[in-house]
């Protein structure tokens, strides 16, 4: 059974930094795309980072220039490293791998908040 565990949430100030680490099973980790998701109070669940096989990037662009996304394939771990982090960025942050010929898989976390003080 494929499992997704985040960790690396928490409190921090406006101008801040926090690191969230993705961890895959290795069965699917080389084979998929994997990404950041953020939902916040009240809002619909967006996406601020992915990451593919391959190695290309994606960002959203309220995470460009701020957040850096990377993939350790040796550690079956993605993380999201978040600097110089506003209010807005506050919510709950969810890791989700997507696998197979035309990603018909996928398997989410469980989530891990973020709280950004001003």
């Known amino acids: 059974q494929v499992q997704v565990v985040e960790s690396g949430g928490g409190l921090v100030q406006a101008g801040g930094s926090l690191k969230l680490s993705c961890a895959a099973s290795a069965s699917i980790f080389r084979i998929s795309t994997i990404g950041w998701y953020r939902q916040a109070p009240g809002k619909q669940r967006e996406l601020v980072a992915n990451i593919r096989s391959g190695g290309r990037i994606n960002y959203a662009d309220s995470a460009k220039g701020r957040f850096t996304i990377s993939r350790d394939n040796a550690k079956n771990t993605v993380c999201l490293q978040m600097n110089s982090l506003k209010p807005e960025d506050t919510g709950v942050y969810y890791c989700?791998?997507?696998?197979?010929?035309?990603?018909?898989?996928?398997?989410w976390g469980q989530g891990t908040q973020v709280t950004v003080s001003s």
């Open positions: 989700n791998v997507k696998w197979g010929a035309t990603a018909e898989y996928e398997k």
